[in-house]
């Protein structure tokens, strides 16, 4: 079987992660998977294995003429389309709204089967209003559309009528190791430092707390617009002793294994990988109870703890509780462990294969 999956990129993200899982799973199984991306593989942070093609179609106008832009616009559907064709898929996986909007565009008038995904909440994340309607408009063309949860499934068929759809989580990777015993005396917040990640309401919850919690801190993984902005805070906070900025990292793994507690402050999530990979290596969680994800992982009380969506001080207490108690930590991530096998890439990708070959049926 061939399939071409396209995205943006491949540079930190969820939707990128999930992807290149995807790629390498089909690949490792002997399908023939290309991978297309609008930025080249210079802007890569997940790297492909060898038996992935991988194709760079740059869309991207690189000039502010209005009346080269225009023309831009016109001529890089048909690349797009040309890159596609020249695969020779049976199927094609896109990800993310206007990545999906170009594919489906592009493939206009052809019968190859489109599966499009959103990996976001498509209820809150900003998409000027023009790209709304032709997501209503072509969506209706996609063969399925994939959403991650019941919820955003629900939202798709109130908003956009006469689409077909199919749930399909996210994966968590395959571990072999136990999880980590000796933990240290760190919260722990993995992703990039952006509005919608609401790192903002987790230093102000910081700092509601921190007075009572030394010698805990606050670590902050990612990169992103809102780094300066957020240092700012920390200093206007007087919370530069406490909370460590460490960056972008190939992989988070080391921060999971040596963090005690996990915290997800998002004002919004499609389903949020970090929080994923923070249970799946035991480390005790507190999320909000934004849309959507957390709810659909998280058993409040069971495998973790969920707060009110944006209650910044609720967030504070559930980690300011989470740190007196070193017995309700070691329960939390106990059961935690078991999306491990509620989420196994197996499990997932064994729906993302069923799902295609559905779709190659109904094609016939």
């Keep these: 079987m061939r399939i071409t999956l396209v995205i943006s990129s491949l540079q930190a993200g969820g939707a990128e992660r999930v992807l290149t899982h995807m790629a390498d799973h089909w690949a490792d199984l002997g399908e023939a998977i290309t991978l297309i991306t609008f930025l080249p593989a210079t802007e890569d942070h997940y790297p492909l294995p060898s038996n992935v093609e991988r194709i760079c179609v740059p869309i991207f106008s690189q000039t502010s003429n209005p009346g080269a832009r225009l ?40 019968s190859i089967p489109v599966i499009v995904s959103e990996r976001s909440n498509p209820e809150k994340w900003p998409i000027s209003r023009a790209w709304q309607v032709l997501r209503k408009f072509t969506y209706r063309r996609a063969s399925t559309v994939v959403m991650q949860t019941e919820s955003a499934a629900q939202w798709l068929h109130t908003n956009i009528h006469s689409v077909h759809s199919h749930v399909i989580a996210n994966p968590v990777r395959h571990y072999d190791d136990q999880p980590a015993t000796n933990r240290e005396q760190i919260v722990l917040a993995v992703g990039r430092l952006s509005h919608e990640k609401g790192y903002d309401l987790l230093v102000r ?21 809102q780094k300066s902005e957020l240092q700012a805070l920390v200093e206007q906070l007087d919370l530069t002793q406490s909370v460590d900025f460490a960056g972008q990292v190939p992989d988070p793994t080391p921060y999971l294994r040596s963090a005690s507690i996990f915290a997800l402050p998002s004002r919004l999530e499609g389903f949020p990988n970090a929080l994923l990979e923070a249970m799946a290596q035991g480390v005790a969680v507190a999320s909000f109870d934004c849309d959507f994800g957390p709810r659909d992982i998280i058993q409040h009380e069971t495998n973790g703890l969920l707060v009110p969506a944006g209650d910044w001080q609720a967030l504070g207490q559930a980690i300011a509780r989470l740190a007196a108690s070193e017995d309700l930590r070691k329960r939390l991530g106990q059961r935690a462990l078991e999306v ?11 729906q993302w294969s069923a799902l295609v070959e559905q779709v190659l049926e109904d094609q016939q």
């Design 71 to 110: 023309v831009w616009q016109f001529r890089r559907h048909r690349h797009l389309r040309k890159a596609i064709l020249a695969t020779r898929p049976d199927a094609v996986i896109s990800f993310v709204d206007k990545t999906n909007v170009r594919v489906l565009l592009s493939l206009w008038g052809k």
């Design 205 to 225: 919850a910081w700092h509601s707390v921190v007075a009572d919690l030394p010698p805990w801190r606050l670590v902050l993984l990612g990169d992103g617009e």
């Design 340 to 350: 491990r096998t509620r989420y196994a890439l197996a499990e997932i990708m064994t």
